[in-house]
């Protein structure tokens, strides 16, 4: 079984910063791109960012220029720092992860896994 951990969300103030972590632990085969997806309140959940395995990234149009998404793949860690917040980017946070990752169950594989979620608020 995999695990994704999402630490460091909290409450600050319009144009402070705050950089979430996401870190991987259990019985990981391989971990491929990694992302953080974010759901404000009454609203989809939506990509905020995504870094491949060799260190590419994408971004959301909302946050490009103020977030940037980071990893470290010995660690199996994920990073966003997110600087300039806007209230409107109050939401809770999801970390995932897309690569080949070992089941409870002998022999099954699964290729997807999602964290349980870190509430970020920005005060305006």
């Known amino acids: 079984q995999v695990q994704l951990v999402e630490s460091g969300g909290g409450l600050v103030q319009a144009g402070g910063s705050l950089r979430l972590s996401c870190a991987a632990s259990g019985s990981i085969l391989s971990i491929n791109a990694m992302g953080w997806y974010r759901q404000a309140p009454g609203k989809q959940r939506a990509l905020v960012a995504t870094?491949?395995?060799?260190?590419?990234?994408n971004y959301a149009d909302s946050v490009e220029g103020r977030f940037t998404i980071s990893r470290d793949n010995v660690k199996n860690t994920m990073y966003l720092q997110m600087n300039s917040l806007k209230a409107e980017d109050t939401a809770v946070y999801y970390c995932n992860a897309r690569g080949s990752f070992l089941a409870v169950v002998p022999g099954v594989r699964y290729n997807e896994v999602w964290g349980q979620g870190t509430l970020v608020t920005v005060s305006s």
């Open positions: 870094i491949s395995s060799s260190g590419s990234t």
